[in-house]
């Protein structure tokens, strides 16, 4: 069974940076499509980054220029390095891993951007 972990998430500054974490169990991690999505209170969940099993990027436009999305195939990791983060970007965010039609999600970590 598939299962995904994040980690990394706190509170931080504006223009400050987080580095989020999403560690894969349960099956072959090199297969699947990665991406972090995020939602904020009171609004729909959306894409943040994603990543192929390639290692091809795709960014939304709200974070193009300071977030990056990186994946470790011999840890089963995918990572988020946020910079520059804007109070605009505290949400919960969560990891999802895609293979053949099935999605699974993790449990999601908040990031919070305050002074």
């Known amino acids: 069974q598939v299962q995904l972990v994040e980690s990394g998430g706190g509170l931080v500054q504006p223009g400050g940076s987080l580095r989020l974490s999403c560690t894969f169990y349960?099956?072959?991690?090199?297969?699947?499509?990665m991406g972090w999505y995020r939602q904020a209170p009171g609004k729909q969940r959306e894409l943040v980054a994603d990543?192929?099993?390639?290692?091809?990027?795709n960014y939304a436009d709200f974070v193009k220029g300071r977030f990056t999305i990186s994946r470790d195939n011999t840890k089963r990791t995918v990572y988020l390095q946020m910079n520059s983060l804007k109070p605009d970007d505290t949400a919960v965010y969560y990891c999802k891993g895609g293979w053949s039609r099935k999605d699974y999600w993790g449990q999601g970590t908040q990031v919070t951007v305050s002074s």
């Open positions: 349960g099956s072959i991690f090199s297969m699947y499509g």
């Open positions: 990543i192929t099993s390639g290692g091809t990027t």
